[in-house]
């Protein structure tokens, strides 16, 4: 298969798992309200896939490329209902945690096979997703952790950001706030300074901190006016009054 077709097939499969992955990751409320959370993450995995392009001089980045793009495929494979049987040639699962075993079992023998590629940071990131997937939040944690630190700015911040909600979901505020800060006050293209401000007041909003949240929409809508950010901080200070 031709190097173009590879890279192709792993932009194809990104822009279709993203979306349920962000989900996957952790309880993003605002992104299940608007696209804008949601955009971002898409952006960040695709463009890391379109950077990491540029870096395949070698067959094992290539073949790296490949099993990755097979493994995101796994996150994307239908369920079939309770009772169904299999169909011949066509791959399904029995439920979301089967699936989810599946493709972990993919990205880590990825990350066993080429640890020293930018497509094991990638596949660090889903390994992050997939365990969170099946409330094993340690290794969701430890994996997030680990693509944070990569030298991969735009991965890196997605990873923040994800890590940061998982925070937020075993309440641990103080460290969900802290990384919020960091990805408003150095924001990428995968998580822009808005993203990171409407996840932060989220934040706020769960942990019973409604003028922190308040003080942040308004800077929103502020810095946003008649865009979709701005619309979105509007609605929520009203459902805050």
Known sequence: MRAETRHQLKQDAFSRVTFDAAEKTADWTVAHRTTLI?????IAIVLAAAVGGWYYLSAQDEKAS?????????LDTQLRPAGTPAQPDVPSFTSAKERAEA?????????DKYPHTRTADLAHYFLGVTAADLSDNATA?????????SGNREVAAVAKA?????????????QAVALYQELINKPTASVSKVTAQLQLAEVYQNSNQPLEAKRIYEQVKKENPGAEAGQLATQKLTELK
Do not use: G, H
Not at 38 to 42: L, M
Not at 66 to 74: E, G, N, Q, Y
Not at 104 to 109: D, L, R, S
Not at 141 to 149: D, H, I, L
């Open 38 to 42: 949601v955009s971002a993450v898409a």
């Open 66 to 74: 490949f099993d990755f793009s097979l493994a995101v495929r796994t």
């Open 103 to 111: 493709a972990q079992k993919n990205f880590q023998a990825i990350v």
């Open 141 to 149: 944690e430890r994996n997030f952790k680990q693509v944070a630190s």
């Open 162 to 174: 994800a890590l940061a909600s998982l925070y937020a979901q075993t309440n641990r505020t103080k």
